[in-house]
């Protein structure tokens, strides 16, 4: 059992194995598949979501490193057998997972008026054991988060073109609550054999607490009676790294907003590729959505945004331009927000929000970690006194040597009350040591206003910078003033503990969620121990846990 702090209470080798299960994935039906896929390799592959790349470079062999193919055959005799859908969970960890697989990139959303309804996602690598190959996880807590009621895989979604083609979830989950403590989900959706050739999209998912927890689990429809993708690509496109929101805005009452990653492959080179930021509204009832609006203009390379639906009911969206990626040279993230007024779906003119000079750039590492990461601004609103301040958060380097390799980053959060003319900041707000993956929320209290911080830190491996804990800060969103955050796990995680996916992957990000006086933090970690599909001696996994904390005065 892992023991959580008092104020939590209540290389390659792998890669070959990795690649083994996941090439399972071609086994399953493709949507519509052409005799000849799509091939994309190279730093094409490195800019997209990891799930989706490892998951296309697993099911395609021949692209993957070599010693995969000669053991496809042993690797699906042994997985096969696994299919089902698990224990009940016991602890903090925050799924019902006996097979040994991993769950990472966690999101967390709960019922405003009823904080017993929490609802997390996951991409969850028990949907290689998916006879549709489905891979986004959604676990289901009745009581706050202290246990789990169920869980399953989003299923399968129609095509937009041909509703007769249905293609799998496919990873980067989120979720949020709407109005009555409807439930919301978002995922990637693709062919895992061929996802750049076939048609893929971003799918859209509506359900409620009752539905959820009464139905079947694993990837059955009933659990998620409403669904569709909201929007399609085809080759050249790939539609990737989706965030949402759903809120009230203005005339057009409750709305769900979307924003994603538009992937251009524009020649057969490594670099031969651009991107756009797109977003889709779509009404509560995901019946009439608008079609793509191009969010950013000029920029021709960018990805990670983020969407909020503010209590003011205004739209903001942010997301980070790249410079020096498709130049080959050190590489700039230049963070940017643009504002939609409520009810409206015309957005006001870019604004910068910072220039970031020692980003964690694409195809770089930290210092002594090998998983993929790269910065990742994420946003929140809050109403300071009937004005809307912006809040942004990103990871960024102290140095950068090689301009590859990422030493002791640091959390930096930055805001504006005057519609991103200007910023304050930006304030550094972790504490030695390596910080990433910030995630960030308020409460929306207006007598009380707290914004919440929490992040991956590997400041308590004082020698080796290695070891990670989840770090959480509270600061009054009147006047942040920076304290000392809160470590919410011991002991410290081992990330490359996991049998399957050692220091490969944890997921592009984690989240906290805020009701009232309590905050949510979804994240992973590799403490519990179970027997590998299985077989043999319990091993530690990767596991999504939640953990809840209250935020004091």
């Not at 009745?142 to 989003?154: I, K, P, T």
């Not at 331009?321 to 409520?342: C, M, N, S």
């Not at 990742?376 to 301009?403: G, H, Q």
Request: charged share 20%; with cysteine; net charge negative.
């Amino acid at each position: 059992m892992i023991r959580l702090s008092q104020a939590v209470r209540p290389r390659r080798g792998r890669l070959l194995a990795l690649g083994l299960l996941i090439a399972l994935a071609a086994t399953l039906p493709a949507a519509g598949a052409p005799k000849e896929r799509t091939v994309v390799t190279g730093q094409k592959l490195g800019h997209l979501s990891q799930v989706m790349t490892t998951r296309y470079w697993a099911a395609n062999p021949d692209q993957a490193p070599p010693g995969i193919a000669e053991r496809l055959e042993g690797a699906a005799a042994a997985a096969a057998p696994r299919r089902g859908r698990g224990a009940k969970s016991a602890g903090d960890v925050f799924n019902a997972d006996d097979t040994g697989l991993p769950q990472n990139e966690e999101s967390v959303a709960v019922c405003d008026t009823n904080n017993d309804i929490v609802l997390s996602g996951t991409n969850d690598y028990r949907g290689l054991l998916d006879p549709q190959g489905n891979f986004t996880g959604w676990h289901l807590s009745l009581d706050g988060g202290r246990s789990l009621a169920n869980e399953g895989l989003l299923p399968a979604v129609p095509l937009l073109s041909n509703p007769g083609v249905e293609i799998p979830s496919g990873g980067d989950p989120v979720k949020a609550s709407g109005e009555g403590c409807n439930l919301f989900a978002a995922s990637l959706a693709y062919d895992p054999f061929d996802p750049f050739g076939n048609p893929n999209g971003v799918a859209v998912y509506r359900s409620d607490a009752n539905t959820l927890n009464s139905c079947p689990g694993g990837a059955d429809p009933s659990c998620w009676p409403v669904r569709r993708l909201v929007a399609e690509g085809t080759f050249p496109h790939f539609l990737d790294k989706e965030w949402f929101d759903v809120g009230a805005s203005g005339d057009a009452g409750e709305v769900v907003w979307v924003a994603y990653s538009d992937f251009l492959t524009t020649g057969p080179g490594e670099l031969d590729f651009t991107a756009s930021i797109k977003a889709v509204r779509c009404d509560a009832d995901l019946v009439v959505c608008t079609d793509p609006i191009d969010i950013s203009t000029i920029d021709p390379d960018v990805q990670f945004s983020d969407v909020t639906i503010g209590q003011d009911g205004r739209t903001y969206i942010t997301w980070a331009r790249i410079d020096g990626e498709l130049e080959e040279t050190a590489q700039t993230f230049t963070i940017k927000v643009r504002i939609a007024e409520p009810g409206s779906t015309v957005f006001g003119p870019e604004k910068t929000v910072y220039v970031e000079d020692l980003a964690i750039p694409f195809g770089g590492v930290l210092h002594a970690n090998d998983f993929r990461i790269a910065t990742y601004p994420k946003n929140e609103v809050v109403m300071i006194d009937d004005t809307p301040r912006i809040f942004v958060v990103w990871d960024a380097c102290t140095e950068r040597p090689l301009d590859t390799i990422c030493v002791e980053p640091l959390i930096k959060l930055s805001y504006s009350d005057d519609d991103g003319d200007t910023w304050t900041g930006p304030l550094t707000v972790s504490q030695r040591g390596d910080n990433y993956f910030p995630t960030i929320a308020s409460n929306q209290d207006p007598r009380r206003p707290k914004l919440l911080l929490a992040w991956f830190s590997n400041a308590n491996d004082r020698i080796f910078h290695n070891q990670q804990d989840v770090q959480f800060l509270s600061l009054n969103a009147q006047n942040p003033r920076v304290g000392r955050p809160d470590t919410l796990t011991r002991p410290s995680n081992e990330t490359e503990a996991d049998p399957l996916l050692g220091g490969f992957f944890i997921g592009d990000y984690i989240e906290v969620a805020a009701v009232g006086r309590r905050a949510y933090v979804a994240f992973n970690a590799n403490y519990r121990q179970v027997p590998f599909l299985g077989e043999g001696t319990p091993l530690p996994q990767q596991d999504n846990y939640l953990v809840r904390t209250n935020l004091g005065d």
